[in-house]
């Protein structure tokens, strides 16, 4: 196992959105208007909730800068939502009596500037707490995640690649069907050490709003 090291590699908070594509930027900036309107919160006030500067998330309602998914978590802190609130939804979520198929291979985009797919396969549900992503970290990838709210637990289960999981203090390495339950809201990171792409299963598991605080 490697040292320790919290740090994440250099990397632009934003970058012009060439990476992620122009209709992913469209549809957050619509969608962080829409949770700001509905707070009737002030760019100020929405850029001191989620700990980033005002410039930044002017840009991001502008569609003039794609951020990264660590800003994108930052942002859905701030927000108290789960991370699928930010991300487009190309299809309802199925109801337990309308089952639907999904697929995770058509959902999956980059929604951010960094080096990870998303795809939501299951978007968060209110009443049962969770939302469950398919993440896909292209090699090389490394990001320490900031705490998310109260209460937060994430279960990672590794589907191909070999998962480099910071956990407690300390990185495991995960292969192929072998899963970890994390506190979310510490301090946490994953990476991809190898050369193909890992894919994992993240679900999140939010407490209810009345126990739940905003990472901040
Ligand atoms: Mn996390």
Known sequence: ????????????EAAPGH????????ALARRLRELRTQRGWSLQQAADACG?????????????????????????????????D????????GAPE?????????MRARPASDAMLVSPLFRFDPDLG?????LT???????????????????VLVLRGRLELLCEGAWRELGEGEGLRLAG?????????GEQPVVLLDLIHYPRARDAAPAG
Not at 1 to 12: S, V
Not at 74 to 82: D, E, Q, S, T
Not at 185 to 193: I, K, S, T, V
Request: charged share 25%; hydrophobic share 35%; glycine share 6%.
């Open 1 to 12: 196992m490697d040292a320790i090291t919290h740090k994440n590699p250099p990397e632009p």
């Open 19 to 26: 990476e992620a594509s122009r209709e992913l930027a469209l």
């Open 52 to 84: 980033v500067s005002k410039a930044m998330l002017g840009q991001i309602e502008r569609a003039e800068s794609s951020p990264t998914v660590a800003l994108l978590w930052r942002i859905a802190g701030g927000f108290a939502c789960p991370l699928g």
């Open 86 to 93: 930010l991300l487009p939804a190309p299809t309802p979520t």
């Open 98 to 106: 309308r089952p639907e198929v999904r697929s995770a291979a058509r």
């Open 130 to 134: 969770f939302e469950l992503l398919e």
């Open 137 to 155: 970290l292209l090699p090389g990838y490394q990001r320490v995640s900031e705490p998310h709210a109260r209460g937060v637990v994430e279960h």
């Open 185 to 193: 809201d510490r301090e946490h990171g994953y990476r991809n050490p």
